[in-house]
């Protein structure tokens, strides 16, 4: 069955970085978009970033856009989010997720999301 | 980027109650939303796609409408399994963004 699990969360300090990794079974990467979605304690879901099933097309959330990248490794069903510059703003739980149908028109719904992986930006 | 405005943020409701919940669009996005429940310590859940389209396994007391910028969820008759939060989300392109949720509470 298809399963998404993240790691790498933790408390980091400000202006630092941290890499999450998320593990996903039961489909190719390949085949489907991946999504990276935050929530911050209490709040609402933010999106984060996209990649597509061919790996070579990502795009970003305005928050995020030049600190982030999105990347994958087909051959570990693996996807990363690498994180620099880090602020208290970027505290949230991070989901990976799949994307149901990403293709050349966009992407769409998430049908299969990770358990999340905590980041705490504090000194 | 395309925005969603969600409301009520909050919704005071029963068990039995009709319960809808409306999202504005920035700009017109046809009829690309989906409506997620979420509870807490969960991960979302869809119940929702294309804007009136139900996910397999989801109760029939749960229907979406809407086309253009406005788009609607409603559950029927509300039960205590529904205590949640709902979160719309719009996919035009490639970026997608979220509501702001709405909690129902007792």
């Known amino acids: 069955q298809v399963q998404l699990a993240e790691s790498g969360g933790g408390v980091v300090q400000p202006g630092r970085s941290l890499r999450l990794s998320c593990t996903v079974s039961g489909f190719s990467l390949n085949t489907y978009g991946m999504h990276w979605v935050r929530q911050s304690p209490g709040k609402g879901l933010e999106w984060v970033a996209v990649?597509?099933?061919?790996?070579?097309?990502?795009y970003y959330a305005d928050p995020v856009k030049g600190r982030f990248t999105i990347s994958r490794d087909s051959s570990k069903n693996r996807i990363y989010l690498q994180m620099h510059s880090l602020t208290a703003a970027d505290t949230s739980v991070y989901y990976c997720?799949?994307?149901?149908?990403?293709?050349?028109?966009?992407?769409?719904?998430?049908?299969?999301w990770g358990q999340g992986t905590l980041v705490s930006v504090s000194s | 980027d395309i925005q969603m405005t969600q409301s009520p943020s909050t919704l005071s409701v029963s068990v039995g109650d009709r319960v809808t919940i409306t999202c504005r669009a920035s700009?017109?996005?046809?009829?690309?939303v989906a409506w997620y429940q979420q509870k807490p310590g969960k991960a979302p859940k869809l119940l929702i796609y294309?804007?009136?389209s139900l996910e397999s396994g989801v109760p029939s007391r749960f229907s979406g409408s809407g086309s253009g910028t406005e788009f609607t969820l409603t559950i029927s008759s509300l039960q205590p399994d529904d205590y949640a939060t709902y979160y719309c989300?719009?996919?035009?392109?490639?970026?997608?963004?979220f509501g702001q949720g709405t909690r129902l509470e007792i």
């Open positions: 294309k804007a009136s």
């Open positions: 700009q017109s996005i046809s009829n690309w």
């Open positions: 989300q719009q996919y035009n392109n490639y970026l997608i963004t």
């Open positions: 997720a799949r994307d149901r149908h990403y293709d050349d028109n966009g992407s769409t719904v998430i049908d299969f």
């Open positions: 990649m597509s099933p061919d790996g070579t097309a990502s």
